[in-house]
Structures are given as C-alpha cells and as structure tokens.
C-alpha cells in the first residue's frame, strides 16, 4: 500500500532553516495523478496548508510562506523535501506530507497522508 | 477561502446522530472534503467532492451541500468515531481548512 514517511530535525534554531523530506512507497511521484504537498498543524490548532510540487516540478506555495519556502523533489529517489528559512517559534508545529488527486481518476483531496514530525523551533 | 466550522465541539452519546456544519466564504460548488483526526494522529480522508465516500470508510458517514454550506452527518455515533473533524475547500488554491470540530463524550 502506499506510505508516506517524513523525516528531518526535530529541532531547529531561530533564523536559521528547517528541511524536512517526505520518502513515498508503493507509489511514483512521477505518475502525474497526484500532487505531493506538505501541510503542517500547530500545537493544538488547525491544519495550514503549505504548498505543493506536481511531477513536471511546478509548484505551487501558500503566500503567507511564499518568501520562505522552496519545495523539491528527487524522482530518482522517490521523495520530495520541504525547505523553510529564516525560522521563528511561530514555525513551531507537526508538519506532514500528503498526496492529493490531481486527475479527475483520483479523490481531489488529501488520501494518504505521513504520520507527521514535529518541529521545534527554539535555541 | 475561508472555511468556518459549527459548532467548535459537541457532545454526544454513543448512538446519537451528529451533524457538523461548514461554511464557505465564497461559492465553491461542491468542493469540499472532510477529515477526521485523532489525538496524535494523522487526518484521515472521510468525504470528497461533498458527498463522495472515500473507499474503507464506514456508511454512517455522509455528506452534503454545495455551494457555500456543507454538512458532515455522522448517522450512528460509535466509540471510535470520537474525534475532530475538518473540512476542507479543494476549489482553489491555497488550500484552506475549517478550524475543526471536536466531537466528545457526553
């Protein structure tokens, strides 16, 4: 079946940046069905939706995080990866990769989601 | 987008009905999805397109409405149907979520 499996530091220091990777199983990131997104929750809030990279490297990012954010991805390996700079203790929060239908043959939603890691933002 | 959920949490019995509201800020026919999550846990992927059910999840789950207000209803509420939920516009991007529902033991 399908996994998603995110992976970095949980702890990262103010200013500098955060990079998370999120490895897929069972599944090509190549496939163009899906978009691979990243989402993340902070402590006991809702849920912020990052932003996304399709299998033809276009992306697309939330502008409230725009400035700071570069999502990648590494078709050889299967993975996508997020990185976000010039970090605060606003950045503080679960973050998670996701895989949304981007083809009317797939849910246009978010199906499979990564257990989620948690980032703490503190010196 | 803004979503807006109703209520913020209820509480219920095992076997009530219970039913969540979402409200859109815009028209987004019938784009909308909902989630439930657990504590520690991952959102799971409940409804789509309004009222498409994703596959494995169980019937007492349903959803409806278009345009801009969305219902959850959950028919027979069971112990492990304990939880938050969130909708979500999938119409445009950014993505946005409601601030979630959260469904508790009466």
């Known amino acids: 079946q399908v996994q998603l499996q995110e992976s970095g530091p949980g702890l990262v220091k103010p200013s500098q940046t955060l990079s998370l990777t999120c490895a897929v199983s069972?599944?090509?990131?190549?496939?163009?069905?899906?978009?691979w997104s990243w989402i993340r929750q902070h402590p006991g809030k809702g849920l912020e939706w990052i932003g996304y990279i399709y299998y033809s490297g276009s992306t697309y990012y939330n502008p409230s995080l725009k400035s700071r954010l570069i999502i990648s991805a590494d078709t050889s390996k299967n993975l996508f990866s997020l990185k976000l700079s010039s970090v605060s203790a606003a950045d503080t929060a679960v973050y998670y990769c996701a895989r949304e239908g981007a083809v009317t043959t797939a849910p246009d939603a978010f199906d499979i989601w990564g257990q989620g890691t948690v980032v703490t933002v503190s010196s | 987008i803004q979503m807006t959920q109703s209520p913020s949490s209820v509480s219920a019995s095992v076997g009530d009905r219970v039913t969540i509201t979402c409200r859109a800020s815009q028209d987004i026919s019938s784009w909308l999805a909902w989630y439930q999550q657990k504590p520690g846990k991952a959102p799971k992927l409940l409804i789509y397109a309004a009222s498409s059910l994703q596959s494995g999840v169980p019937s007492r789950f349903s959803g409806s409405g278009s345009g801009t207000d969305f219902t959850l209803t959950i028919s027979t509420l069971q112990p492990e149907d304990f939880a938050t939920y969130f909708c979500q516009q999938t119409k445009s991007f950014p993505r946005t979520f409601g601030q979630g529902t959260k469904v508790e033991i009466k």
């Open positions: 069972g599944d090509s990131i190549s496939s163009g069905v899906y978009y």
